[in-house]
């Protein structure tokens, strides 16, 4: 495996360490290894099937990994209930971005807000819209007729009124037009200049994601094939070898 990075420990927030996943009986994962630090934003790609969403159903907790380690904030929580990741502090886009269609952007940031530090629902609720000017225009407007991307957008709102520190984003923009993904990964480089959340972005829109990432790696059958700089993997070749090969 190509490694271009330099490894200060002191920073790193995640650390997935050799982590084996099955469904049933039936291995998807075979033994995979990432790190995020405080601030960074990584994106996770590869070709459908290779086990990204599995990957952070683990690292959430949703799924528990039959070998390896999850640590976040150097503690091991592989096995952790979703409950407890949430609490202390990770946040999971789930593809698709479900909101509650029969109440108003404000109900359902409100319905989502948990007070994790101390901050009263309102500012948090300012802060998160500042972030999305089309969803501040009209908060009493009923979430079930937003667009596709103020959806998505509300959707990203509810997790950040909780103020994670690390944001799992599984296809954030999947299915919207350009411009509008183009629209939201901005918003997701403001969310972590704004608040130092680490963000692991899993993401279709390859050129997109690496736009704003610090880092890339790239999936295939459920092993890491490639970690390296979003430069390089554009440049030598990686992707065209990972989708096409
Ligand atoms: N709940 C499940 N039960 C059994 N197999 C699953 C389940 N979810 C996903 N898989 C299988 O695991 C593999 C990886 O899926 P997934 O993590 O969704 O890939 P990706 O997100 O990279 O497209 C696929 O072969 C998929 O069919
Ligand atoms: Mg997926």
Same mark, same amino acid.
């Given at each position: 495996m190509h490694n271009s990075f330099s490894s200060g420990s002191n920073s790193l927030l995640l650390?997935?360490?050799?982590?084996?996943?099955s469904y049933y009986k039936k291995e998807i994962l075979h033994g995979v290894s990432l790190e995020l630090r405080k601030g960074e934003i990584a994106s996770l790609i590869g070709p459908n099937g290779a086990g990204k969403s599995t =990957? @952070?159903?683990v690292?959430?907790? =949703? @799924?528990?990994?039959t070998e390896g380690k999850v640590i976040f904030q150097g503690e091991d929580i592989a096995g952790h209930s979703p409950y407890l990741n949430v609490k202390q502090g990770i946040?999971?886009?789930i593809q698709g971005g479900e909101v509650f269609t029969d109440l108003s952007i404000a109900e359902n940031l409100e319905l989502s807000y948990y007070q994790r530090e101390k901050a009263p629902f309102k500012e948090r609720k300012d802060e998160v819209l500042e972030l999305f000017p089309a969803l501040k225009k009209e908060t009493t407007k009923r979430a079930g007729l937003l667009s596709g991307g103020e959806r998505q957008m509300l959707a990203l709102g509810m997790l950040l009124i909780k103020r994670p520190r690390l944001l799992l984003l599984d296809e954030p923009s999947a299915g919207l037009a350009p411009a509008i993904v183009k629209s939201l990964i901005d918003s997701i480089k403001e969310i972590r200049d704004k608040f130092s959340t680490s963000i692991l972005l899993v993401k279709q829109n390859i050129r997109e994601a690496l736009r704003i990432s610090d880092r890339c790696y790239l999936l295939r059958a459920g092993k890491i094939e490639v970690e390296d700089t979003p430069e390089n993997i554009l440049e030598n070749g990686e992707l065209e070898k990972a989708f096409f090969a």
């Open positions: 650390t997935v360490g050799n982590v084996k996943a =990957l @952070l159903k690292i959430f907790g =949703l @799924l528990k990994p946040g999971y886009f």
